[in-house]
């Protein structure tokens, strides 16, 4: 098959990705990875021909996962990553060495699937299709290593037929799930369903009340943030972060990160961590210095335009708002007005994502809805924003909110497009033309 009939097969089957809601708390009785070991076990497992190093988390484990596999490349290795959702090609999704799966690759390794696919038990999801596509793409091209992110929670997502010698989570907070009874401990629960016995597990999340939970899951060892991993000093600088990080081998002083924000110190911390984790050695400064000087991440705190300020930013819950909000504060001098292109998709919590934005009277909001079957419609999220006392724009179309946010900012305002990957991935072509940090 061609590319376009690939997808056309692709597409056929069930995308949970696009239709899911909150995780609601007997759902997981009924989850299973046996139609995914089904389906990799007809590829002849290729996910168990290089290790893995496997993340998890509420928030940021896209930019750690980016963090760590820069690190391993920086050090001479050959390195896969997989990453969800994309932003604005599929092919995002699977990256060799920096370079995005071609056009060509793609078709033929769903091609393979396609022919393969009456051996597996079952018929395989959208999620569960490309994520074979990785392992076993990953399998051709010899990689040394291969840096993957969960889709979902942990324990029952595709990725987890793979073994991770390294296992990371960012943090545990309030998203896929019905925030009923103790959800911090069943989301801890299933995120810790990634760890895997004789690994080493770099653990994020502070919380007290969570940690024997994720220390009983069969680790051999356990490196948590605030007692064996910490970002400390870690400052704004021109450009991005100046950050001093421990590690269980000892200090990284002063590295410089090329991203904005106090919460991507943390994650460095926690890539650094686990690169030496996946060493089990400590990293030389000047190769961590290389590795790093080049990194971005895009549709996260990404800036694509002065006067005015354009942000990129795919916060999709309070908590990745919240981080939104104190890194505009800290890291860059106050404007008269914020004009926020905002798109969200249902199951959110919009009331608090507005009030993480902490917007004023004079701000303005700009409601679309975003290109996926689970978007909250524009009319509906604007009368949340109406009842938070804020001005609001109803534009539907993604393209449309933009071109009237710019025409409202004056040079010395911002524009803010956030509340889910999928606003940035559609507003993002369409500021290829502004300067990219």
């Given at each position: 098959?061609?590319?376009?009939?690939?997808?056309?097969?692709?597409?056929?089957?069930?995308?949970l990705?696009?239709?899911?809601?909150?995780?609601?708390?007997?759902d997981?009785?009924?989850?299973?990875?046996?139609?995914?070991?089904s389906?990799?076990?007809?590829l002849?497992?290729?996910?168990?021909?290089y290790?893995?190093?496997?993340?998890?988390?509420?928030?940021?484990?896209?930019s750690?996962?980016?963090m760590?596999e820069?690190?391993?490349?920086?050090?001479?290795?050959?390195?896969?990553?997989?990453?969800?959702p994309?932003l604005?090609?599929?092919?995002?999704?699977i990256?060799?060495?920096?370079?995005?799966?071609?056009?060509?690759?793609?078709?033929?390794?769903?091609?393979?699937?396609a022919?393969?696919?009456?051996?597996?038990?079952?018929?395989?999801?959208?999620?569960?299709?490309?994520?074979?596509a990785?392992?076993?793409?990953?399998?051709?091209?010899?990689?040394?290593?291969a840096?993957v992110?969960?889709?979902?929670?942990?324990?029952?997502?595709?990725?987890?037929?793979?073994?991770g010698?390294?296992?990371?989570?960012?943090?545990?907070?309030?998203?896929?799930?019905?925030?009923?009874?103790?959800?911090r401990?069943?989301?801890a629960?299933e995120?810790?369903?990634?760890?895997?016995?004789g690994?080493?597990?770099?653990?994020?999340e502070?919380?007290e009340?969570?940690?024997?939970?994720f220390?009983?899951?069969?680790?051999?060892r356990?490196w948590?943030?605030?007692?064996?991993?910490?970002?400390?000093p870690?400052?704004?600088?021109?450009?991005?972060?100046l950050?001093?990080v421990?590690?269980?081998?000892g200090?990284?002083e002063d590295?410089?990160?090329?991203?904005?924000?106090a919460?991507?110190?943390?994650?460095?911390a926690?890539?650094l961590?686990?690169?030496?984790?996946?060493?089990?050695?400590?990293?030389?400064?000047?190769?961590?210095?290389?590795?790093?000087?080049?990194?971005s991440?895009p549709?996260?705190?990404e800036?694509?335009g002065?006067?005015?300020?354009?942000?990129?930013?795919?916060?999709?819950?309070?908590?990745?708002?919240?981080?939104?909000?104190?890194t505009?504060?800290?890291?860059?001098?106050?404007?008269?007005?914020s004009?926020?292109?905002?798109?969200?998709?249902q199951?959110?919590?919009?009331?608090a994502?507005?009030?993480?934005l902490?917007l004023?009277?004079?701000?303005?909001?700009?409601c679309?809805?975003?290109p996926?079957p689970?978007?909250?419609?524009?009319?509906?999220?604007?009368?949340?924003?109406?009842?938070?006392?804020?001005?609001v724009?109803?534009?539907?179309?993604?393209?449309?909110?933009?071109?009237?946010?710019?025409s409202?900012?004056?040079?010395?305002d911002?524009?803010l497009?956030?509340?889910?990957?999928?606003?940035?991935?559609a507003?993002?072509?369409?500021?290829?033309?502004?300067?990219r940090?």
């Amino acid at each position: 098959m061609d590319l376009a009939a690939a997808r056309r097969w692709l597409d056929g089957h069930l995308n949970l990705e696009s239709g899911a809601g909150p995780v609601n708390a007997g759902d997981v009785d009924d989850l299973s990875l046996d139609r995914m070991r089904s389906l990799v076990g007809v590829l002849g497992d290729p996910q168990t021909a290089y290790p893995v190093v496997h993340l998890t988390g509420t928030n940021g484990k896209g930019s750690t996962a980016r963090m760590i596999e820069a690190l391993l490349r920086g050090h001479g290795l050959s390195v896969g990553l997989y990453t969800s959702p994309h932003l604005e090609s599929l092919n995002e999704r699977i990256v060799w060495d920096g370079r995005p799966i071609p056009d060509e690759d793609l078709a033929a390794v769903l091609t393979d699937l396609a022919a393969l696919e009456a051996l597996v038990e079952g018929e395989p999801t959208w999620f569960e299709l490309v994520t074979a596509a990785a392992f076993a793409w990953f399998a051709q091209q010899a990689v040394d290593v291969a840096v993957v992110e969960v889709g979902l929670l942990g324990r029952y997502d595709a990725t987890n037929v793979a073994d991770g010698t390294v296992a990371v989570v960012t943090n545990v907070d309030r998203d896929h799930t019905d925030g009923v009874g103790e959800w911090r401990r069943a989301i801890a629960a299933e995120k810790a369903g990634i760890v895997k016995p004789g690994s080493t597990l770099v653990l994020g999340e502070t919380a007290e009340d969570l940690r024997p939970i994720f220390e009983s899951a069969g680790a051999e060892r356990v490196w948590r943030r605030g007692r064996d991993v910490e970002a400390a000093p870690n400052r704004t600088a021109v450009g991005g972060r100046l950050v001093s990080v421990r590690t269980p081998n000892g200090v990284h002083e002063d590295v410089f990160l090329p991203l904005h924000g106090a919460h991507q110190g943390d994650n460095l911390a926690l890539a650094l961590a686990a690169a030496e984790a996946f060493f089990d050695r400590p990293l030389d400064d000047e190769l961590v210095a290389a590795s790093l000087a080049e990194l971005s991440v895009p549709g996260r705190f990404e800036v694509v335009g002065r006067e005015p300020l354009i942000v990129l930013d795919g916060a999709h819950n309070p908590a990745g708002i919240a981080a939104l909000t104190t890194t505009l504060q800290d890291d860059f001098a106050p404007v008269p007005v914020s004009i926020v292109v905002l798109g969200v998709l249902q199951g959110r919590d919009p009331e608090a994502m507005i009030e993480a934005l902490e917007l004023t009277p004079y701000d303005v909001v700009i409601c679309c809805t975003p290109p996926s079957p689970r978007a909250l419609p524009a009319a509906e999220l604007a009368e949340v924003v109406t009842a938070a006392g804020i001005e609001v724009e109803v534009v539907a179309d993604v393209a449309q909110a933009v071109e009237r946010a710019r025409s409202l900012a004056g040079p010395e305002d911002r524009i803010l497009v956030t509340g889910s990957l999928y606003a940035v991935g559609a507003a993002r072509p369409l500021l290829a033309g502004a300067d990219r940090d």
